[in-house]
């Protein structure tokens, strides 16, 4: 049976940062409140001229050259976003984008743990012998759906895009994965849909209504992280027939600093071995991931060979964590 490769990683260049000192002018914050309790020092947010496909397509492109593949190889593109640019999906404009004409495409929900999911499911598609080469693309443009006047959700979250190129290979590089939902937690951290009755014709009613911003129980979030995430790892990790001593890197969403610190020592692995990028991105939902293998894939931190363990955790709640080889 066919197994899975990665073969290029890439992301996407925001040119608009805003700092923490910036930020305080918006509301009452400090660079140091924002840093001492999250480890971000700035984050990017989308230009007006920006989109979510752009971000999107941005990467993937980036992703294919390092990969030495062309747009039309491509069989399948899955875009793990919750942001989309149309609420049907971006994904075929991601497509279209890149003149990938062969490829089917869609999109994946499941907010911060996106990446992970929709790279996991790539993989069925890989061993199972159908497609070839598939681009699995992690994006979000946050800023759109944050409130800005709350500083307990505001200095969180940024906007990004990256992306990996999986290809079928005769050795399977994805060595473990785990993935778990939890739909009693959905209330921890979410953005709901606000509905707003209005009278259609007669006694008919319909909703009428949008999305609200994003809210988020931190402290819960915090708990259910620290907890939920070593325990996954651990499971991919058997699942692998590995153990936490053959971990080279861990590359986990970039939710907050404490809590990679805190997975990290729960596993007993060195902070030397965790990649951060949370200063300069803050959290990017489902982009986090592959961003941050992105960077260190091109420092020239992670080698072939190297064993990854990442896990991605969020709302839904979902969370889940993959095994990897890196080619």
Not at 175 to 188: A, Q, R, W
Request: hydrophobic share 45%; with cysteine; charged share 20%.
């Amino acid at each position: 049976m066919p197994g899975v490769s990665l073969v290029g990683s890439g992301s996407a260049r925001l040119s608009v940062a805003l700092s923490n000192d910036a930020l305080s002018q918006r509301v009452d914050t400090s660079d140091d409140w924002i840093a001492s309790r999250t480890g971000i020092r700035q984050r990017h947010v989308a230009a007006p001229t920006d989109s979510l496909t752009s971000l999107a397509a941005e990467a993937a492109r980036n992703a294919l050259a390092m990969a030495q593949v062309s747009a039309g190889e491509v069989d399948l593109i899955l875009l793990a976003t919750s942001t989309p640019d149309d609420l049907f999906g971006s994904a075929c404009q991601v497509q279209a984008a890149l003149g990938a004409t062969r490829a089917v495409a869609f999109d994946l929900t499941a907010a911060c743990s996106g990446f992970v999911f929709a790279l996991v499911t790539a993989a069925q598609y890989l061993r199972t012998g159908v497609y070839k080469n598939v681009v699995v693309i992690g994006a979000d443009v946050l800023s759109r759906w944050t409130d800005w006047s709350d500083r307990t959700t505001c200095v969180l979250f940024g906007d990004g895009a990256g992306a990996v190129v999986l290809r079928a290979a005769e050795r399977d590089r994805l060595l473990g994965f785990e993935l778990c939902s939890d739909g009693s937690l959905n209330h921890c951290l979410n953005l709901a849909y606000q509905s707003d009755p209005a009278v259609l014709v007669g006694d008919i009613a319909v909703q009428e209504g949008t999305f609200a911003p994003i809210t988020m129980n931190g402290r819960e979030v915090y708990k259910f992280a620290v907890s939920r995430v070593p325990e996954v790892i651990e499971k991919a990790l058997f699942r692998a027939s590995l153990t936490t001593a053959d971990i080279s890197w861990m590359v986990l969403h970039q939710a907050n600093q404490r809590i990679l610190d805190a997975v990290a020592d729960r596993l007993g692995v060195p902070l030397d071995r965790v990649v951060s990028n949370m200063a300069r991105h803050g959290n990017t939902s489902a982009a986090s991931i592959p961003i941050a293998l992105d960077e260190a894939v091109r420092a020239n931190k992670i080698q072939p060979g190297d064993v990854i363990a990442t896990a991605g955790f969020g709302a839904g709640l979902t969370w889940g964590a993959a095994i990897l080889e890196w080619q």
